[in-house]
């Protein structure tokens, strides 16, 4: 169902941010691959980023002025200027029926499992 993908796409783009190269020259790249993520989302995110390790370094501060200044031309429509997204919506999940040609009668269970608790009426 393509409205399952289209409510997962920010979760998604949230994800590759993260992972994204946040140097200068990226600014661009960035915008464009999260267009299902509002500006705020996106400054959000990058402002809360902490690294798990001494390897990274935080998202420098002109890194996400520069992203804030080119999301600030984007114009976005009045649902993606929520923050956070809508947690209490549900898809349903819908799973065939598919009866088997196997009878339960017919169904013997071997001893060697050991299961006292089921009988066979």
Known sequence: DTNVLDTLQPIIQA???L??????????SVCD???KLSMFQIIKILNLYTPADDFEERVPIAFIRKIQTTLSERT???E????LMDTKFSFP???PFNPSKIRLE???VPEVLNLPTLKKV
């Open 15 to 17: 994800a590759h941010l």
């Open 106 to 108: 017919d169904i013997e």
């Open 93 to 95: 999940v819908r799973f």
């Open 80 to 83: 993606q200027s929520t923050l």
């Open 76 to 78: 976005e429509s009045q």
């Open 33 to 35: 691959m999260c267009d």
């Open 19 to 28: 992972q994204a190269r946040k140097q200068t020259e990226d600014v661009q």
